[in-house]
C-alpha cells in the first residue's frame, strides 16, 4: 500500500492536508476549512473521500465539513467533542484512529485552543504530525482558548518525537516566523539560509511544509528557550522573571504577537 500526502491550498494561506491512498484511490483530509478545493481536487483525481479529521474548532479548519459531508454521506467524520462538528467518531489523546490499516495517535496538544489535537501517523515506521495551528514551522499557534502553559506543555511533548518525524502545521507561516526569529537570534546561520529558501518557495507557490522536528529544532525559537542566544535575545526585548523555558516561551508569544 502506498499512502502520498497532499497539501490542498485554501483560503489564502491554510493547507488542507489529504492522505490518498494510491492503491485504492481513497482520501483522508485534516481540517478542510472550505469544502470547494477539497471537491475539486477529489474530482480531478478521481478520489474518494472516506474520512475526515479535525485538530480543532476554527472555522477555517472546520468550515468546509458540512458540506463535504452532504456530498460524501458515506465520510467517517474523526473529531474532538469540542470541535463544534457532528462526528462520528468522538476522538481524546490517547485515542488511536485508523487510515487503511495504519495507526494515528491521538494527542492533546491544547494551548491555541483548549481542545487541540494532533494526529501522529506512523507510515512504515516513518512518523507523521498533523498539528493544526499548535506548531508552525519556526512558530507557534497563538493563545485563544487555551493558556500559554498549555501550549509550553504540548511544545515539550511534541519535541519529544523522534528527530526525524515530519510535521505537517495548517498554515504557510514559515517565511514571516523566520522574520521574527532572526529578530531573537539575528545569528542564527540555519534561519538565514531556511528564510532564503522559504522566500523563494512562496514566490513561487511551492509549499514550504512539510518539516522535520530536527530542522524545527534548529529554526523554530519556541523550541529554543534554553539556549543562550534565544534567552540573550528575549531580554533585550522584554523583562522576564527567570530564564526558565515557560518564561521565555510566554515572553516569545508575547513579542510576536506585536511583531
Known amino acids: 500500500?502506498?499512502?502520498?500526502?497532499?497539501?490542498?491550498?485554501?483560503?489564502?494561506?491554510?493547507?488542507?492536508?489529504?492522505?490518498?491512498?494510491?492503491?485504492?484511490?481513497?482520501?483522508?483530509?485534516?481540517?478542510?476549512?472550505?469544502?470547494?478545493?477539497?471537491?475539486?481536487?477529489?474530482?480531478?483525481?478521481?478520489?474518494?473521500?472516506?474520512?475526515?479529521?479535525?485538530?480543532?474548532?476554527?472555522?477555517?479548519?472546520?468550515?468546509?465539513?458540512?458540506?463535504?459531508?452532504?456530498?460524501?454521506?458515506?465520510?467517517?467524520?474523526?473529531?474532538?467533542?469540542?470541535?463544534?462538528?457532528?462526528?462520528?467518531?468522538?476522538?481524546?489523546?490517547?485515542?488511536?484512529?485508523?487510515?487503511?490499516?495504519?495507526?494515528?495517535?491521538?494527542?492533546?496538544?491544547?494551548?491555541?485552543?483548549?481542545?487541540?489535537?494532533?494526529?501522529?501517523?506512523?507510515?512504515?515506521?516513518?512518523?507523521h504530525c498533523f498539528c493544526g495551528d499548535t506548531l508552525f514551522s519556526a512558530g507557534c499557534g497563538r493563545v485563544f482558548t487555551g493558556t500559554i502553559e498549555q501550549l509550553h506543555n504540548s511544545f515539550k511533548r511534541l519535541n519529544g518525537l523522534p528527530a526525524e518525524t515530519l510535521l505537517y502545521p495548517a498554515h504557510e507561516y514559515t517565511a514571516s516566523n523566520l522574520r521574527f526569529g532572526l529578530s531573537i537570534e539575528p545569528t542564527n546561520d540555519a534561519m538565514q539560509q531556511t528564510l532564503v529558501q522559504a522566500e523563494e518557495k512562496t514566490t513561487q507557490g511551492i509549499p514550504t511544509l512539510p518539516v522535520s522536528l530536527e530542522h524545527e529544532r534548529a529554526v523554530n525559537v519556541f523550541l529554543r528557550t534554553q539556549e543562550p542566544s534565544v534567552i540573550a535575545g528575549v531580554k533585550s526585548k522584554a523583562t522576564i522573571d527567570d530564564d526558565k523555558s515557560l518564561a521565555v516561551f510566554a515572553a516569545l508569544r508575547e513579542l510576536k504577537n506585536s511583531f
Open 1 to 127: 500500500m502506498t499512502i502520498r500526502i497532499h497539501p490542498i491550498k485554501a483560503f489564502n494561506d491554510n493547507y488542507i492536508w489529504t492522505l490518498i491512498n494510491e492503491n485504492n484511490k481513497q482520501a483522508i483530509v485534516i481540517d478542510p476549512g472550505q469544502a470547494e478545493p477539497v471537491m475539486s481536487y477529489l474530482e480531478e483525481n478521481k478520489l474518494e473521500l472516506t474520512s475526515i479529521w479535525t485538530t480543532h474548532h476554527h472555522h477555517d479548519h472546520i468550515g468546509g465539513v458540512a458540506e463535504l459531508q452532504e456530498s460524501y454521506p458515506m465520510t467517517h467524520l474523526v473529531a474532538h467533542t469540542e470541535h463544534n462538528v457532528d462526528e462520528d467518531q468522538t476522538i481524546k489523546d490517547g485515542s488511536t484512529v485508523s487510515a487503511w490499516g495504519c495507526a494515528a495517535q491521538v494527542w492533546d496538544v491544547s494551548g491555541h485552543t483548549a481542545s487541540h489535537v494532533a494526529y501522529i501517523l506512523d507510515i512504515d515506521g516513518q512518523k
